[in-house]
């Protein structure tokens, strides 16, 4: 591991201060990715900043919905109380990844902003445009079992890992952030973005901007939420292919619909189009499998993977049946 | 006849508490990694990055201190520069020819890890690139040469009466090819040394690994030093599977060289877990084709076998392993007439190595998928055509091998039946499965497990045990068996203890220390319990034979009468010690050259039943129940003995559905245990285990080996399973969703 300093944060203005002004400094969340990272050469931070002593670890009730502090730990947020009755999608998004010593220390913040799992990345005797910008990507020409099969660029084809920002893509989450220049807020759907020519910036958020919440806001759509993820194991695995899904659904019709996709991109993926398709629609198989064509219209399998396309096909076909009639389990 | 196996058994059949246990949970228990030493450095390997080339140049990159460096190539080398093992062909460093991706090159040690680190990634090699092959087809093929004159390591053809001739009278001829994939050991501790070096003093290494002793042998010719400057010390070891067996030799070879050319400096080599990965060894990847002549009344007339493995770059114990597939090969069944023909061959990967089962599990898994598909061609459910065939007391194995003991296979199908309702659900799952997305199956594989060396390979070992007594009545056990988690210490204990008729805590088991220890032979083949235990058997006894001979027993005595006997002996004439040494039991014979004859002093038997869902949007295929029914001999410890079988068929279940190694240029792409996917217990289903005992008239207290056994069955059982719910023959592992769903939808 490289040599770095700690500094531990007193407040908010602290902690982006030293951010700010310090040489290749980053924040310290629940450290279960970045800590792992520097072990392993790929992160290399100068100095670490910890902002789990910050007072942004509450979860509430606000009138547009709930506000999610960012040191809140994803086992907090995934058995609250109000996350499981308003929004079970986000509890069982978390859930379904990790495993419970992980969830305990995981931040929400820090899971936001977990990095790939892409092999290259993580090996550092392997050229990787995401790691060392220029240097090529091996998962093009090597084994992409794992890697993309929409959004990506000819630099890099990696996946966003989270299951948990899936969730928050469906629930159209918001990202509460406190920087040198003051706070802002940006939409869940615009936090991470697509590699394009610089797959090393991996989000909206600058260096220096600490997250300091998520907000859910109130939907009619949220209470019926579901999360499905399909692994190569029952538990400690990133999803190969996951959906997220909310439905408004009335009289046999859908009123309001959100589906996002998980393991297919190098963001959390909104499936808009397969969105249109369920609005207004009946809610029955023909609309289910007409949205699944519409969520993988344009997907671009790599040598390795092109089981996701269809993986991820039925994994929508199965989900939105059981939102729809809320069941749950392999019955159909 | 069963001559010291009728003692009283208090003690053996108990769950006792293991020796280690209380340590090992408490956080007592020392591993390499949390031993020190007095100016110790920290050792690291660089490695090739290329399977094959020649090297022209090392570069040593520029900003590092490298006269601080210890620095170690080839060149270095005291003795010969290579692994003793079975042939020398395996170098510790490479001179000049590169023979697979990751192969050592060059050693540094340094006292800051940091910078270790550092360096190790600034040494470079200019190499000059020769073609490389990486698959069995491409060796066989000869594409290159690059092992001996054709890349075989070794062949062997078994021959039971004439094969030829049956094909013309045969009603039935099936055919099937069978693929098995490499698979990582994975044990929780990764390799790791210390090793303190100088002509002087000699060398003297601590570490983790199952086999002091072939450290030992590895150490003399690598150093060209006599016996007794050579020492060799076992550490707590987490975990072996077979990958402690032969790999220790070159990361103790390794630190040696460097603590040596430090001027005998103590010198600490450990690997993560990305290295142990990479750089160690694998099962065996296979191929096995299959040629099967049957009658209409489904009885087997004759089986013609080709068996490959793919044993990588270097010959290590590759011909041991094809002989034991090539032995398990025909399994439990009784065919008149087999053929075998069986190869090792070479390839530009990291050599493949010991894995528990030790080949029998690849070819046990071609055997029995190959057997589903001949009952099917016949007309027979599985079940029935393996009743027309099984092997009983009396009737001859594929090396001719005359089974001595009572075998009821029937009778252990029959009670596996029971155990989890196969009939009725092999009929209940056909009917409900259709039209359903979630399709269940079931499905079986019976097998057997010889226990102990191959062939002459015990009578070669002549096995030592030595048992001393001091004043106080304890008495240590001396033998170079490790204890790797599996529970030795526990068993040899109990043996003895029953064997004496006193309590189980005045015996205790001496580290593995070559200086101290005779060398009872490599803690591996299901041996440690069976033929190790039972020198510990008769060690014992010797110390008993003493006392009582010179009058200071009598021949009912208690704990306490024990104890005087000992102080009273000690007094008299010093410690009380006695030693053992293997000998076949009566009416063994082998002949390597024919590879005919006793392959093994004794078989385990066993059925195993495995019931599946897969589901058909998703392609998850899940183990939903075990059954693991054997006959062992005598359960020595419940306990452990179901610990062994639970974690084999855990193991087997992750080479059959979830451990798929990336291969890519010959070297492991998923070196990470994020993406070297292994089973949790999420995925593991109860496995529900279930012994029966027909003691073993040479095994301690009658008990057989089991260690390898459990690895056997699962493969061909599970994929049985799925083709019952499927109604898709899989004939390769690992198994993964995407070769389902590239099956299923064809079927569809
Ligand atoms: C073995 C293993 C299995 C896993 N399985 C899964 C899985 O199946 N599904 C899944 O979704 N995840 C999985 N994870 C990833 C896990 O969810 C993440 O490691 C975790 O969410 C990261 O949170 P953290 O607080 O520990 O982040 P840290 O490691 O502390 O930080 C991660 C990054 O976020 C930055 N950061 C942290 N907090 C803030 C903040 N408030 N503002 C700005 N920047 C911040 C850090 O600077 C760093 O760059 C797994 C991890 C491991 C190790
Ligand atoms: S896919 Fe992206 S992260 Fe992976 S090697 Fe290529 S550039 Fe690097």
């Keep these: 591991m490289n040599p770095f300093t700690y500094k531990r944060a007193t407040d908010e203005a602290d902690a982006v201060r030293e951010v700010a002004n310090g040489k290749n400094a980053k924040f310290l969340g629940g450290g279960t990715n970045l800590v792992d990272l520097m072990k392993m050469g790929v992160e290399t931070p100068d100095e670490l900043v910890d902002i789990n002593r910050l007072a942004l670890k509450r979860i509430e009730q606000t009138p547009q919905g709930l506000r999610i502090g960012a040191l809140a730990s994803n086992s907090e947020v995934a058995n609250h109380r109000l996350v499981r009755e308003q929004f079970p999608v986000l509890s069982e998004a978390i859930l379904a990844g990790a495993s419970p010593q992980l969830r305990n220390m995981a931040t929400v913040g820090g899971n936001l902003l977990q990095r790939t799992r892409c092999y290259y990345f993580m090996d550092t005797s392997f050229p990787c445009n995401k790691r060392v910008p220029g240097s090529g990507c091996s998962a093009i020409p090597g084994f992409n079992r794992i890697h993309a099969i929409l959004g990506a660029s000819d630099k890099c084809i990696a996946v966003h890992p989270s299951d948990m920002c899936v969730a928050l893509a469906a629930l159209d989450a918001i990202v509460r952030v406190a920087g040198p220049a003051g706070a802002r807020q940006i939409p869940l759907v615009d936090f991470h973005r697509l590699p394009g020519d610089t797959p090393q910036i991996e989000t909206n958020l600058r260096p220096d901007e600490l997250i300091v919440a998520v907000d859910l806001p109130n939907s009619p759509f949220a209470r019926r939420s579901r999360y499905l993820k399909i692994r190569d194991r029952a538990q400690y695995a990133f999803a190969l292919v996951s959906v997220a899904a909310a439905l408004d659904v009335q009289q046999g019709r859908i009123n309001a619909a959100r589906l996002a996709l998980g393991g297919v991109a190098h963001k959390p993926w909104r499936a808009l189009d397969a969105e249109k398709v369920l609005t207004g629609a009946r809610a029955d198989a023909q609309t289910f499998r007409a949205a699944a064509e519409a969520a993988l219209k344009g997907a671009q399998p790599q040598q390795h993977n092109a089981f996701k396309v269809e993986l991820a096909r039925r994994a929508i076909v199965r989900l939105l049946t059981e939102v729809a009639h809320e069941t749950k389990g392999g019955a159909a | 006849m069963s001559n010291q196996t009728d003692t009283q058994t208090k003690i053996v059949g108990k769950p006792v508490p293991r020796k280690e246990g209380r340590a090992k949970v408490t956080g007592a228990a020392r591993y390499i990694d949390d031993l020190r030493m007095d100016g110790m450095l920290y050792g690291a390997t660089v490695r090739s990055a290329v399977p094959r080339g020649r090297i022209r140049e090392i570069k040593f990159g520029a900003g590092l201190p490298w006269d601080e460096f210890v620095v170690v190539t080839a060149a270095d080398i005291p003795g010969e520069n290579c692994v003793a093992l079975i042939l020398l062909d395996q170098p510790y460093l490479v001179a000049k020819f590169i023979n697979h991706a990751e192969e050592p090159i060059l050693l540094l040690a340094h006292a800051d890890k940091h910078l270790l680190e550092k360096a190790r990634r600034a040494v470079t090699f200019d190499v000059e690139p020769l073609s490389p092959i990486f698959t069995l087809e491409e060796s066989l093929a000869k594409k290159e040469i690059i092992w001996g004159e054709d890349n075989i390591f070794k062949s062997y053809q078994v021959n039971k009466g004439n094969v030829d001739e049956v094909w013309a009278q045969a009603d039935f001829i099936i055919e099937g090819e069978y693929?098995?994939?490499?698979?990582?050991?994975?044990?929780?501790?990764?390799?790791?040394?210390?090793?303190?070096?100088?002509?002087?003093?000699?060398?003297?290494?601590?570490?983790?690994?199952?086999?002091?002793?072939?450290?030992?042998?590895?150490?003399?010719?690598?150093?060209?030093?006599?016996?007794?400057?050579?020492?060799?010390?076992?550490?707590?070891?987490?975990?072996?599977?077979?990958?402690?067996?032969?790999?220790?030799?070159?990361?103790?070879?390794?630190?040696?060289?460097?603590?040596?050319?430090?001027?005998?400096?103590?010198?600490?080599?450990?690997?993560?877990?990305?290295?142990?990965?990479?750089?160690?060894?694998?099962?065996?990847?296979?191929?096995?084709?299959?040629?099967?002549?049957?009658?209409?009344?489904?009885?087997?007339?004759?089986?013609?076998?080709?068996?490959?493995?793919?044993?990588?770059?270097?010959?290590?114990?590759?011909?041991?392993?094809?002989?034991?597939?090539?032995?398990?090969?025909?399994?439990?069944?009784?065919?008149?007439?087999?053929?075998?023909?069986?190869?090792?061959?070479?390839?530009?990967?990291?050599?493949?190595?010991?894995?528990?089962?030790?080949?029998?599990?690849?070819?046990?898994?071609?055997?029995?998928?190959?057997?589903?598909?001949?009952?099917?061609?016949?007309?027979?459910?599985?079940?029935?055509?393996?009743?027309?065939?099984?092997?009983?007391?009396?009737?001859?194995?594929?090396?001719?091998?005359?089974?001595?003991?009572?075998?009821?296979?029937?009778?252990?199908?029959?009670?596996?039946?029971?155990?989890?309702?196969?009939?009725?659900?092999?009929?209940?799952?056909?009917?409900?499965?259709?039209?359903?997305?979630?399709?269940?199956?079931?499905g079986f594989a019976s097998f057997m497990h010889g226990a102990g060396f191959t062939g002459s390979g015990e009578v070669y070992l002549q096995s030592i045990v030595g048992a001393e007594a001091g004043a106080d009545g304890r008495v240590r056990l001396l033998a170079a068996s490790t204890e790797i988690g599996q529970g030795t210490n526990t068993i040899f204990a109990q043996i003895a203890a029953d064997a004496l008729q006193i309590d189980f805590d005045l015996i205790e088991v001496a580290q593995p220390d070559t200086s101290n220890v005779p060398n009872s032979g490599p803690t591996v083949a299901s041996r440690t319990t069976m033929i190790v235990g039972k020198l510990v058997e008769s060690a014992a006894l010797g110390l008993k034979q003493t006392l009582q001979n010179s009058g200071l027993l009598k021949a009912n005595y208690t704990t306490d009468d024990w104890r005087a006997a000992c102080r009273r002996h000690v007094e008299q004439f010093g410690l009380l010690k006695s030693f053992s040494q293997y000998k076949p039991p009566p009416g063994i014979n082998w002949d390597e050259g024919k590879y005919q004859g006793d392959a093994y002093g004794a078989y385990a038997w066993a059925v195993y039943v495995a019931e599946v869902t897969v589901d058909m949007l998703t392609y998850e295929a899940r183990v939903e129940d075990f059954v693991a029914l054997q006959e062992v001999g005598k359960v020595v410890h419940p306990v452990l003995a179901a610990g062994q079988i639970e974690g084999g068929v855990a193991q087997a279940i992750g080479f059959t559905l979830y451990e798929n190694v990336v291969w890519s240029e010959g070297r492991m792409l998923n070196n990470q245990m994020t993406n070297y996917i292994i089973p949790t217990s999420a995925d593991i289903p109860p496995i529900r285990v279930y012994f029966e005992e027909q003691p073993y008239a040479y095994g301690p207290a009658g008990a057989k080996g089991i260690g390898e056994l459990p690895m056997d069955g699962g493969a061909p059982a599970i994929l049985n399973a799925i083709e019952h719910a499927t109604g898709v023959a899989f004939n390769h592992v690992p198994l993964l969703p995407e070769a389902l769903m590239q099956a299923l939808n064809q079927t569809a």
């Design chain 2, 179 to 442: 693929r098995t994939g490499a698979q990582e050991q994975l044990y929780i501790e990764p390799n790791g040394v210390i090793a303190v070096a100088n002509a002087d003093a000699g060398v003297t290494v601590w570490g983790s690994m199952q086999c002091p002793y072939y450290v030992h042998k590895a150490l003399l010719k690598l150093f060209a030093l006599p016996e007794e400057k050579i020492r060799v010390i076992q550490t707590e070891t987490g975990g072996g599977f077979g990958g402690k067996e032969e790999y220790p030799s070159m990361i103790a070879g390794h630190a040696a060289l460097l603590s040596w050319k430090a001027g005998g400096r103590p010198v600490k080599i450990i690997y993560d877990r990305a290295e142990d990965m990479v750089a160690t060894t694998k099962r065996h990847p296979s191929r096995t084709r299959h040629r099967t002549a049957v009658n209409k009344d489904g009885k087997l007339l004759g089986m013609e076998i080709e068996f490959v493995i793919d044993g990588g770059a270097y010959a290590t114990l590759s011909s041991v392993v094809l002989s034991r597939g090539t032995i398990h090969a025909a399994g439990p069944y009784n065919c008149p007439n087999v053929r075998i023909n069986a190869h090792a061959v070479a390839t530009n990967v990291p050599p493949h190595g010991a894995f528990r089962g030790f080949g029998a599990p690849q070819s046990i898994f071609a055997l029995e998928r190959h057997l589903d598909k001949v009952a099917q061609v016949v007309g027979l459910s599985p079940a029935e055509f393996r009743r027309r065939n099984f092997i009983h007391e009396g009737e001859t194995t594929a090396t001719g091998q005359v089974i001595r003991e009572p075998v009821d296979m029937e009778g252990l199908l029959a009670r596996a039946f029971e155990l989890t309702d196969y009939q009725a659900k092999r009929e209940r799952f056909a009917r409900a499965n259709e039209g359903r997305s979630l399709k269940r199956g079931i």
